[in-house]
């Protein structure tokens, strides 16, 4: 295939992504419980409202949360308007990724195997149409680097750029102070190699300093949430003693974590993983020290600050490094298809060349549009079959969603309403508390600790009537009749 029939085929990849985020986007799926909490305080509060300590335990980027606000304004009570700052991100992180690739790769068949790999990736398309910053996080990460990467008539241009839109990024990722630590890193190893240290590069370094400490003391510094997140990411912070069991299990499931869940290879996660060792591997030995920076110092920042329990290290927080993965192991790929042997067999390597394109297609369009928590349909069926005389018990789990969708007007009947408490490990307190409403009730889940549905749903039917029941993507609703059997 000739250089202009690939370059076709690389825009193709690119506008599929687009299309695959846009149908994703309309869908419209329901909002979860995280996402609703968060939209909950976004909708709730006043621009400077958002600039304070977020309800329900809730941390993102001030910037992000003020673009946010002013979505929900221009779109107001729909998840659209919470949503499409995350969608046109994940279009700009696709045209930056292209950018950013064909500068380092210089292989029009490799920058397009990329590009296909970064357009299917399962977990950058969900969190395209999440009220969450990760896909922002992404596109902070991607237009750093290609403001870095790119050339320049002067220093100057470059350095002033890095300055302001790090000082930008600041404000709209959590984890753009990691890459800004990346870019400072690279930059002095370049001059340092070069003997000479340009004084300008003065320019970015006190702008982001300035910057950072001031959001840090403003907004993170002893934050009341601290505790909390703590408690809540305990398994994500790495442990510091390698002689730990403990130290093995957070890398192996963390390995097969990146390679299964973020590169959206499920099962099959070994296979990139075989393609990341073999490029890792040439790279050192050819002593890659750039790409070595750009594509890894990421994560060994993120894992070191783990370890000392400033930031997790999970698939929602490594958002913004799938695009170093995909790199690497497009890399990989193209060095196996070096070999004699697919040199001379060119349909295997055709083979090979799509391969991960493949699995990663199958993953994603198996369960396409990308669902979860599907509440709203629940909601709609109670809202179709219920009775002015009936009552509705929410399940804990599924209140903050519930709320949101009361909030914008979406749930329309006046029925008395329960709200549930959280009693994990003691279900039949779940079941004493619904037991104490009385005739004709609906049961709602969403967001179901531990089969606990399961439990006290099994318990209902032994003593009462059940007349109506759905079920949805880990969504449920059951009518049930006061009388007993």
Same mark, same amino acid.
């Not at 039949?428 to 609906?442: A, D, H, M, P, T």
């Given at each position: ?221 002893? *934050? ?160 179709? *079959? ?34 549930? *408490? ?64």
């Amino acid at each position: 295939m000739d250089e202009k029939k690939i370059h076709h085929a690389t825009i193709i990849a690119m506008l599929l992504g687009v299309i695959i985020s846009s149908v994703q986007f309309l869908y419209n799926r329901s909002i979860w419980l995280d996402e609703a909490m968060l939209s909950l305080n976004i909708i709730s509060r006043s621009y400077a409202e958002l600039l304070k300590p977020l309800d329900s335990m809730q941390v993102a980027p001030i910037g992000f949360l003020l673009v946010e606000k002013f979505f929900s304004t221009l779109i107001p009570n729909s998840e659209y308007g919470l949503r499409i700052f995350p969608l046109v991100c994940f279009w700009a992180s696709i045209y930056l990724f292209h950018k950013i690739i064909t500068i380092l790769l210089k292989d029009s068949r490799a920058v397009f195997l990329a590009v296909l790999l970064f357009c299917l990736n399962t977990s950058l398309l969900y969190y395209s149409s999440e009220t969450k910053q990760y896909i922002v996080d992404a596109f902070i990460c991607l237009l750093l680097y290609y403001i870095l990467l790119k050339e320049y008539k002067t220093k100057n241009g470059q350095y002033i750029l890095l300055a302001l839109f790090g000082a930008l990024g600041i404000f709209l990722s959590n984890t753009s102070i990691i890459i800004l630590f990346t870019i400072s890193f690279f930059l002095i190893a370049i001059q340092l190699k070069k003997q000479k240290i340009n004084l300008r590069l003065a320019i970015p370094f006190i702008t982001w300093a300035v910057v950072f400490c001031s959001y840090y003391f403003t907004f993170i510094h002893n *934050h009341p949430s601290k505790n909390g997140m703590l408690a809540y990411w305990g398994n994500s912070f790495m442990p510091l003693n390698i002689f730990e069991l403990r130290f093995w299990d957070f890398c192996f499931y963390k390995t097969k974590m990146l390679f299964g869940s973020l590169l959206s290879f499920g099962v099959l996660g070994l296979l990139p993983f075989l393609f990341f060792m073999i490029s890792l591997y040439q790279l050192i030995k050819r002593k890659q020290k750039k790409l070595l920076i750009l594509l890894l110092l990421p994560t060994l920042l993120q894992l070191a600050l783990s370890a000392f329990k400033l930031y997790p290290f999970d698939l929602r927080l490594i958002l913004y490094q799938t695009a170093f993965y995909i790199i690497i192991i497009t890399l990989g790929v193209m060095q196996v298809l070096e070999l004699d042997i697919f040199k001379k067999q060119k349909k295997l390597a055709i083979c090979i060349f799509l391969l991960l394109p493949l699995i990663t297609g199958v993953e994603l369009f198996r369960n396409y549009p990308l669902k979860t928590e599907e509440l709203k349909s629940s909601i709609n069926f109670v809202q179709l *079959h219920a009775q002015p005389s009936d009552t509705m018990y929410v399940y804990y789990g599924a209140i903050p969603a519930f709320n949101y969708y009361e909030k914008i007007g979406k749930i329309t009947f006046k029925n008395p309403i329960v709200f549930g *408490h959280a009693y994990r490990g003691s279900n039949q307190k779940y079941v004493n508390e619904i037991k104490n409403n009385k005739g004709k009730l609906w049961v709602l889940f969403s967001h179901i600790y531990d089969d606990e549905s399961k439990y006290i749903i099994t318990s209902l039917d032994s003593a009462y009537k059940k007349t109506l029941s759905y079920k949805t993507k880990d969504s449920e609703v059951y009518l049930y009749e006061s009388l007993r059997k």
